[in-house]
């Protein structure tokens, strides 16, 4: 055997015997049996000592090795998977696991490379036996989980978790090693845990505990990711690379990362993935996505094409080609497309979320609150899908509904940025002077309410009967127009984060945002 195994040219495997022990036993029941008896006695004797000799050094016991330690025949599996050969790997495990072998990670391997290629049924089956088969073993049954939801058996998929929060309450979390308390924590969050909590108490424990195991990292960066701490994640995923080296995975997760703030970086991590990996899907759709944003929609057609020839299953893949299809009014394809994403699971509120989210990033609010609500109506806990619809409510100027929902969210989830910063400006907004006309609602600080308050309205006023009259529109509903002395607040109004320094003013339909005259956002300061 060679003594390593590449994971790609730049990060080379440890050597280990693990999978050559669990393998001996059978193969020295079936060398004896066909021994041939037409051999001399001395000679089957010699070949029975030297293979008794590797079978106790291959059989006999040793101390429990951490889950890190993966064996030969898991790592080269891993590999295949990892550069993107995922019928090889598929292939190889389903051969070597045909041979007795006894490996959870082997089993591992198996489910995620049949998932990469859009056999959603076939991994939920492959779980559901590694779930029995392995049962008690946090990291297998939380994957079995994901992959029986995303076949869409999500009663099998429930029974596993109740039978897990049974078990998590009799485990001591100090006797698990880092890759079984990530995935307790993983099961923690399914279970409804504070995110927060998780993030401290279980995936930067398991970081500390084994740096060199990659779990930890990526479960502690993509907790980060979804609430918006994109610093740090960046952070963690950084560390990690340094100890780990340029895994696609976390490369992925880096590059979600900087994509909010950087898109020249993200792209060219995307392109370092790519190096390993030509065919990660995740990576492909991150920029798929950039290439919507951009409204770049035939680019992003090509992109998902690719993702489609290796995985024509994929539910993101087609809620992005959903995505397009509505924001280019193609209403019929984008019905299909959103089908489609809905077949491996109909109740995946990811689906509906994803296409809210793009909708409304292109400034079609009351269409995007629609699909969330889609979205929550598959899973009324999805925080993500409550939060963007608060936020799309607040643009449309029913703000009773839409701080609702954000109260919600920020009650369940102290973490998200997000949340947290629109729940900042929630209670700035209530010092707030609010001056009414007829058809305008304007809100701005007490002091400069004194100021300048009724020459707004006025102004408004005059400008509604004048521009109504030369374009035939009058809004039905009463237009709230606010302003904002404070950058960062208008920031968090407009965008939900700080930042949006050079913007005067944004208009959401019903909704009118500004930096107030007087302010450093309207000076450019």
């Known amino acids: 055997r060679a003594n390593s195994l590449n994971l790609s040219k730049k990060h080379p495997f440890r ?74 790997a598929e292939e190889y495990c ?32 492959t779980a559901a036996k590694a779930s029995k088969r392995f049962d008690g073993y946090f990291p297998i049954q939380v994957l079995a989980i994901h992959t029986l939801r995303n076949a869409g058996r999500e009663e099998e998929a429930q029974a596993i978790l109740k039978e897990l929060d049974g078990l998590a309450k009799e485990i001591n979390p100090k006797t698990l090693n880092a890759v079984e308390l990530t995935a307790l924590g993983k099961a923690a969050l399914l279970l409804g845990a504070e995110p927060k909590m998780v993030l401290a108490n279980f995936f930067q424990k398991a970081r500390r505990l084994d740096v060199k195991v990659l779990d930890g990292h990526l479960a502690a960066a993509e907790i980060a990711l979804s609430k918006s701490d994109y610093a740090l994640a960046s ?4 560390e990690a690379r340094t100890k780990l080296g340029s895994y696609p995975d976390l490369l992925y997760l880096l590059a979600r990362a900087f994509s909010p703030s950087d898109r020249v970086k993200a792209d060219s991590l995307i392109e370092e993935i790519f190096e390993t990996n030509e065919r990660h899907v995740p990576a492909l759709l991150l920029r798929a996505e950039h290439a919507i944003d951009n409204e770049e929609y035939r680019r992003a057609r090509e992109i998902i094409a690719t993702a489609h020839e290796i995985n024509p299953n994929h539910p993101l893949a087609w809620a ?23 077949e491996p699971w109909a109740g995946n509120p990811e689906v509906d979320y994803i296409i809210g989210q793009k909708i409304s990033q292109n400034r079609r609010f009351k269409e995007g ?30 703000e009773e509904e839409g701080w609702k929902l954000i109260k919600e ?19 700035e907004l209530q010092k707030f002077e609010t001056l009414e006309s007829e058809k305008f609602l304007v809100r701005m600080t007490k002091q400069e309410a004194q100021v300048y308050g009724p020459q707004v309205l006025d102004l408004l006023e005059e400008a509604n009967k004048t521009l109504g009259e030369k374009y035939g529109f ?5 237009v709230v127009v606010d302003f904002y002395p404070d950058q960062q607040d208008f920031a968090i109004r407009t965008l939900g984060i700080p930042g949006g320094l050079g913007i005067l003013g944004a208009s959401f339909g019903n909704v009118l945002v500004m930096n107030s005259p007087g302010g450093p956002g309207a000076m450019g300061t």
Request: glycine share 6%; charged share 25%; net charge positive.
């Open 369 to 398: 609150a629609d699909f969330l609500r889609r979205a929550l109506e598959a899973d009324p806990k999805h925080l993500g899908a409550k939060r963007e619809l608060g936020q799309n409510l607040l643009r449309l100027g029913k």
């Open 409 to 427: 969210v920020q009650a369940k989830d102290k973490y998200d940025v997000v949340t947290y910063n629109l729940m900042l400006l929630h209670d």
């Open 94 to 125: 389903e051969r070597i696991m045909s041979f007795g072998a006894d490996d959870p990670n082997l089993a591992r391997v198996l489910i995620d490379s049949e998932t990469a290629q859009g056999k959603y049924e076939e991994a939920a089956e």
């Open 235 to 238: 952070r963690i995923l950084s």
């Open 15 to 88: 050597r280990d015997f693990c999978g050559a022990r669990q393998l001996y036993s059978p193969m020295l029941f079936w060398f004896v049996r066909s021994m041939s008896r037409s051999l001399p006695l001395s000679l089957r004797g010699v070949g029975c000592l030297v293979l008794l000799v590797g079978a106790a050094t291959f059989l006999i016991p040793a101390r429990a090795m951490a889950q890190k330690d993966w064996s030969y025949y898991s790592q080269r599996a891993l590999a295949n998977y990892v550069q993107g050969e995922y019928a090889d």
């Open 474 to 478: 009058i809004p039905k509903e009463r």
């Open 320 to 342: 992005y080609e959903a995505s397009i299809a509505y924001l280019l009014d193609q209403t019929a394809e984008g019905k299909k497309a959103r089908g489609k994403a809905l």
